[in-house]
């Protein structure tokens, strides 16, 4: 079974900054994406940011176009999404995901609990 634990959420404020941690097991393919979408209630899901693990292609929505640096660290498994100049728009439960790879980040197939992030205004 795929899992995925996410951390790094919580209460910041406007203009701030989070690097949420996604630890990732059990994805058998040679070539797939890892990626978090985020969920605010009454919104669509939003898929924020995706990365490629065979050739390293990012995905970044136009609502976090150079606020956000998705990464990873090959020898801990775990994958980066980092945050900066948070607005409360961004406000919702942030997925670490599963996440296609052709469109890149066009749909996901799997996720963990998920991570709240709060922005105050």
């Known amino acids: 079974q795929v899992q995925f634990v996410e951390s790094g959420g919580g209460l910041v404020h406007s203009g701030g900054s989070l690097t949420l941690s996604c630890v990732v097991s059990?994805?058998?393919?040679?070539?797939?994406?890892i990626g978090w979408f985020r969920q605010a209630p009454g919104k669509r899901r939003e898929g924020v940011s995706c990365?490629?693990?065979?050739?390293?292609?990012?995905y970044y929505a136009g609502s976090v176009e150079g606020r956000v640096i998705i990464f990873r660290d090959d020898v801990k498994d775990t994958w980066y999404l980092q945050i900066n100049g948070l607005k409360p728009e961004d406000t919702a439960v942030y997925y670490c995901?599963?996440?296609?790879?052709?469109?890149?980040?066009?749909?996901?197939?799997?996720w963990g609990q998920g991570s709240q992030v709060t922005v105050s205004s």
């Open positions: 995901a599963q996440a296609a790879l052709e469109p890149l980040c066009a749909d996901f197939a799997s």
């Open positions: 990365i490629s693990s065979s050739d390293g292609r990012t």
């Open positions: 059990g994805i058998t393919l040679d070539n797939y994406a």
